[in-house]
Every structure is written in C-alpha cells, then in structure tokens.
C-alpha cells in the first residue's frame, strides 16, 4: 500500500536514470502521489534540467555513462542554488564503499535496486519534510540578508545563504561556479577558537577597502560549524597574515583605543609602571586593561600578548 500523498501538490521530484523505461512504475507511483515529476537519462542532462527548474528533490542513479551520479551530486551540492535540495542515490551497488561514496558526494540517502516503491515513497517524504522545515529557517535568514555559512566535518559548504554566496565569489573571483571554496581558508576558521574571526580582502567586484570577516559561532549540530559573514573596512582592525598563508588573515579581537595604546607600550618593553605613568593612569587601571587584553587575545602571559601586538601593531 502506497504512503499517503503529502499533499495535492506534493512538490517537483527530478529522477534521473540511464534507462527510464525501467522506473516507470515508481514515476507512475510519483505522479499518484501527488509530485510533479521530471525526468534526465545522465547526469549532464540533470545538469540542464536544473537550470531551468529547481525541484524539491532528486533521485539520482549513481551508475551511468558519462557523468555518474556521484560527480552530479557534486557538483549540485557546489551550486548555492541547488545545494539544499536532498538528493537521493538509486542504484544496485550495495557495498559500503559505494553506500560511503553516495554520502560523501552530499546524498541523504540511498536506496537499493530493484527499488521498493513504497519504501522510497517514504524515504522521499520524510526528506522533504525535513528540507521544507530547513528552508523556512533558512528563509528567514536569507530575508534578514544575513551571511551565513554551514561547514561540514570535512570542511565542505553545506549551506550558504544568498549574502554568503556574493560575499565569497566576490573574495574568490578565480574560482568556478562549481569548485568548492579553498580548503585552507576554510581550515583556518574552523581550526580557529569559536568567536574568532578570519579575513579576506575582497576581489572584483567590490571595494577595495573593504574585507570579508568570516566570525566562527560554534559547533550547529551534526558536525556542522556554524559561520557569520560580514564586511567591514579593511582599516577598522588592524591584522596580519596567519599561517594560513594569504588566504586568510586573523586579526587581533577588537580592543578599545585605550586597551590598543597599553598594548602597544607593553610590546614595546615597558613595565606597568612605566604605562601607568606614559598614559596618566593608575597602576590598577593598566592592570584591569592588561586582563581585558589577555582575555580578548586569548594569552596568559605579557610575552605572549607582547608578540601578538609586534606582528600585527609593528610595536
């Protein structure tokens, strides 16, 4: 017995496969449901399907000529556009290497020929349910013009909204459509304590004064780190080049003039009587400043903080 139809309009399901005579019966099956079903006989052509219409979800065969199906849900999950619609795999191959591969290409699941009709009805469903409470989330996020980022373990993009996706291809213009951004860029942010934050100057277009701020927020759940992009003036905080290379560059926490100016004198040798007596202050007050820098560098030690401040203030 079939599921029950999500809905009179279930949604737009795109099943590609080298030999469509064969799943007749589970489109037959789609259309009774409710879906709007559209059809690819390789990945090329799916690739084409997708740029006239986005569907709601993809079952996709991992075994075909030309393009298979592993290097098609790559290269959807690289589009912003395309990247949050779930992609299931159809395919006879059952080891767990090829079951590991259809993952790590961005599938959410995979389904065994001969296909089951109604298991893949419920698999599809629940998919899509989950997508659609998602992409409400993720509306809202894009409305607000918010950039946002979700890394995965391996450090791939799992979900860019809108913003994210200018801001990047602005930082790396030299990058196709459909290449991941680079892995040390994303190394450094997520290597980098939560709250941290990694620059990037803008490519063209865009102004030249301006940088890409990624800010690390934490872990999202599932392995997933959580980012929050924004740009900001490449002078509002002075940085230096990690070791990273000239990918990313990290700048020191943003620190009040005042914390700026102790910090300045401290990488220049001076004691915390010297300071107190250079900016007119008690030895206290240099005191409280000095923890306040310490706690926002993330240092225990006046060596420390003092090497912080000569790479990136040239104290």
């Known amino acids: 017995m079939m599921s029950p139809a999500i809905d009179r309009h279930a949604g737009t399901v795109l099943v590609v496969d080298d030999a469509p005579d064969a799943l007749r019966m589970l489109c037959t099956a789609l259309a009774s449901e409710g879906y709007t079903v559209m059809v690819a006989q390789d990945g090329a052509q799916a690739l084409e399907r997708l740029e006239l219409v986005v569907p709601d979800a993809i079952?996709?065969?991992?075994?075909?000529?030309?393009?298979?199906?592993?290097e098609t849900c790559r290269r959807i999950k690289a589009r912003g556009a395309w990247a949050h619609v779930p992609v299931i795999f159809m395919t006879?191959?059952?080891?767990?290497?090829?079951?590991?591969a259809g993952f790590e290409s961005g599938g959410v699941d995979y389904v065994v020929k001969p296909l089951r009709v109604d298991e893949?009805?419920?698999?599809?469903?629940?998919?899509?349910?989950?997508?659609r409470v998602v992409r409400?989330?993720?509306?809202?996020?894009?409305?607000?013009?918010?950039?946002?980022?979700?890394?995965?373990?391996?450090?791939?993009?799992?979900?860019?909204?809108?913003?994210?996706?200018?801001?990047?291809?602005?930082?790396?213009?030299?990058l196709p459509a459909e290449a991941p951004f680079p892995f040390e860029w994303m190394q450094s942010l997520v290597n980098s304590p939560t709250g941290h934050e990694v620059r990037h100057g803008l490519g063209t277009p865009g102004p030249?004064?301006?940088v890409l701020v990624a800010r690390n927020l934490g872990?999202?759940?599932?392995?997933?780190?959580?980012?929050?992009?924004?740009?900001?003036?490449?002078?509002?905080?002075?940085?230096?080049?990690?070791e990273g290379g000239e990918l990313s560059r990290q700048p020191l926490p943003a620190l009040t003039p005042r914390e700026t100016e102790v910090l300045?004198?401290?990488?220049?040798g001076k004691t915390n009587r010297d300071i107190a007596e250079i900016?007119?202050?008690?030895?206290?007050?240099?005191?409280?400043h000095l923890e306040h820098i310490f706690q926002k560098l993330g240092v225990e030690t006046r060596s420390a903080a003092a090497a912080m401040a000569s790479r990136t203030l040239g104290a």
Do not use: C, Y
Not at 92 to 100: Q, R
Not at 280 to 288: A, D, E, I, L, Y
């Open 264 to 268: 300045t004198w401290l990488a220049k």
């Open 219 to 242: 872990a999202a759940g599932l392995g997933e780190t959580m980012v929050l992009l924004s740009l900001q003036s490449a002078s509002a905080v002075p940085f230096h080049a990690s």
């Open 208 to 210: 030249a004064d301006e």
């Open 120 to 131: 893949v009805l419920a698999r599809l469903g629940t998919h899509l349910r989950n997508a």
């Open 59 to 70: 079952l996709l065969d991992a075994v075909m000529p030309g393009l298979d199906g592993f």
């Open 92 to 100: 006879g191959l059952s080891e767990t290497a090829d079951i590991v």
């Open 136 to 174: 409400l989330a993720r509306d809202a996020v894009d409305v607000g013009g918010h950039g946002v980022l979700l890394l995965d373990a391996r450090l791939r993009v799992a979900w860019r909204s809108p913003q994210a996706e200018l801001w990047l291809r602005q930082a790396f213009p030299d």
């Open 279 to 288: 900016l007119g202050m008690s030895h206290r007050t240099v005191n409280k």
